[in-house]
């Protein structure tokens, strides 16, 4: 199903495209999760979330919610506007500039690396020792 929609917007190889997609998506975000590799996993995901914005939502314009016709059992809802797209895009940005935090696994690899455990200071760590 993902694999046809992609073809039908002209994306090459929308079957290798469709799992890779689906890969960054699934396993980017259980990396955003727990915090591991969180600027690489944020601009790939924000790689992802620009081209359906551009070439799915941008067309719908910017609203949430694209209702498409009324029917007995209510709206009929359409593809969503290019707005969800930023809101992703923004929170993304700033896992990118603020990077991991403090029970990331990014933070705890790299207060290893140091030989320091994160979020006690040196002289804490020096008592310890």
Do not use: Y
Request: overall charge neutral; charged content about 10%.
């Amino acid at each position: 199903m993902f694999e046809g929609m992609l073809q039908n917007i002209s994306v090459p190889a929308a079957g290798l495209m469709s799992w890779v997609v689906g890969a960054i998506e699934f396993f980017g975000g259980l990396a955003l999760i727990v915090g591991a590799f969180v600027g690489i996993v944020a601009v790939m995901q924000v790689g992802v979330m620009v081209v359906a914005m551009l070439t799915v939502h941008l067309p719908q314009g910017f609203n949430f919610m694209n209702i498409t016709g009324m029917t007995d059992a209510g709206p009929q809802f359409g593809v969503p506007g290019f707005e969800v797209n930023l809101i992703h895009i923004a929170g993304l940005s700033v896992l990118v500039l603020a990077g991991a935090g403090a029970l990331s696994v990014d933070r705890v690899l790299a207060a290893r690396k140091q030989g320091s455990v994160p979020g006690v200071g040196q002289r804490d760590v020096a008592r310890v020792a």
